[in-house]
């Protein structure tokens, strides 16, 4: 009854202000407003001129983000001059309290979020390559979701939840959902053991023996990945932490290996110059890498095969990009050809030679063996 009363008494004193007290509030609050405005029309000006001279070194949208909270303490201080002036009383001043210390809460933890982006953005450009873009993006939603979780257990102990009989409840709780959740939790940390050890990153090209082909999405359960039929695989983490993987994207060379089979007819000193040759060309190609610490370069004759003399060829390109490499490769087997060509040789393919010895019939075989089973006709009468 008591607390009735006392909201009664504080609805009429309320609607009982006066009217300088009224315009006064009014003002309060439009100039609050007011000013909100002005502070970001003055410092969206700032900020575009600021990325327009460094280049778009922090995007636009994430200064306008950071902008949005702290103008919003104009009008929260706004509101707070208009409480001090109405003059509530106590029941109100405290729940009236509580509403601007919430949003000043809210304000603060915002800024803070909106922070996130572009200190992100700074170190990539600051640091890149000390930690990778899928390893930045996800210590970035981390940071996020501490912010978040910080926000609302700060805005709870202001209207006075005891947080931490919360969070030991939650707590409780916290360990039945993990019980069901272990799958889950595993591609966590799954992920998080691709992201540190650098496995593999957005757009490189794996296999495993799950999957081939280049991803595309790395997330906290699972990794996207498209395969070359244009059809997308979605792998759980802990499967692809636990598997080998080939990182394809992360070779220095794509290598070239072929044994090219040359005629038996072929001179010696025509293989010895076509061996020759192509070790040339090779060597001051622009597109191979012959460098004997970075790579091993083979143009050996081989081996004597059932139809063909062996060149063996083992090269690396330059290049790890798949057109650029096919491309070499042309390049080569076109070279290759002529310089075979020239040298008056040609390619062998598979051939049998059947020798056949002749026989005397007579001396091998008896003459009655030859003439068994013949039999003589006597001549038709006409």
């Known amino acids: 009854m008591e607390i009735a009363q006392q909201a009664y008494v504080g609805f009429c004193q309320i609607f009982d202000l006066t009217l300088n007290k009224m315009i006064i509030i009014v003002g309060l609050i439009s100039i609050g407003i007011l ?33 949005q909270p702290i103008s919003l303490t104009f009008v929260i201080g706004a509101f707070y001059l208009a409480g001090v002036v109405a003059e509530l009383p106590l029941l109100f001043a405290i729940f009236y309290q509580n509403l601007l210390k919430t949003l000043i809460t809210f304000a603060f933890f915002w ?61 409780i709780l916290g360990m039945a959902i993990g019980f069901a959740a272990q799958d889950t939790i595993k591609n966590f940390f799954g992920c998080l053991a691709l992201l ?22 790395i997330g906290f359960r699972t990794t996207a990945i498209r395969q070359f039929d244009k059809a997308l695989v979605h792998i759980p983490n802990a499967k692809l932490a636990d598997t080998a993987v080939i990182n394809f994207a992360k070779r220095t060379n794509r290598r070239v290996r072929w044994t090219i089979g040359l005629t038996y007819n072929t001179p010696s000193d025509a293989l010895e ?21 970075k790579v091993t370069t083979l143009i050996n004759l081989d081996q004597f095969s059932d139809s ?15 057109k650029e490499y096919m491309d070499i490769k042309e390049e080569c087997v076109l070279a290759i050809k002529r310089i075979v060509e020239e040298e008056g040789s040609s390619f062998a393919f598979p051939t049998k030679s059947i020798h056949i010895e002749s026989v005397n019939m007579n001396e091998e075989y008896p003459q009655h063996i030859l003439n068994k089973g013949v039999q003589k006709k006597s001549p038709q009468k006409t």
């Open 35 to 67: 000013a909100r405005n002005l502070f970001s029309k003055a410092v969206m000006v700032l900020i575009k001129k600021f990325s327009q001279n460094n280049q778009g070194s922090l995007k636009e949208e994430y200064l306008v983000g950071l902008l």
């Open 111 to 171: 800024g803070v979020f909106s922070v996130i982006k572009p200190l992100s953005h700074i170190t990539k450009k600051a640091k890149k390559g000390d930690i990778n873009d899928e390893m930045r993006t996800l210590l970035s939603k981390l940071l996020e979701i501490i912010v978040v979780i910080l926000g609302v257990l700060s805005i709870m102990e202001v209207w006075g939840v005891d947080v931490a009989a919360f969070l030991a409840g939650l707590g």
């Open 196 to 217: 540190m050890d650098k496995t593999f990153q957005k757009g490189h090209w794996i296999k495993t023996s799950l999957v081939e082909g280049t991803v595309e999405h």
């Open 273 to 293: 110059r076509i061996t020759k040759r192509i070790r040339d060309y090779l060597e001051h190609h622009p597109g191979i890498e012959t460098d004997p610490k």
């Open 308 to 322: 063909s003399i062996d060149l063996f060829c083992y090269f690396f390109t330059r290049t790890i990009n798949w």
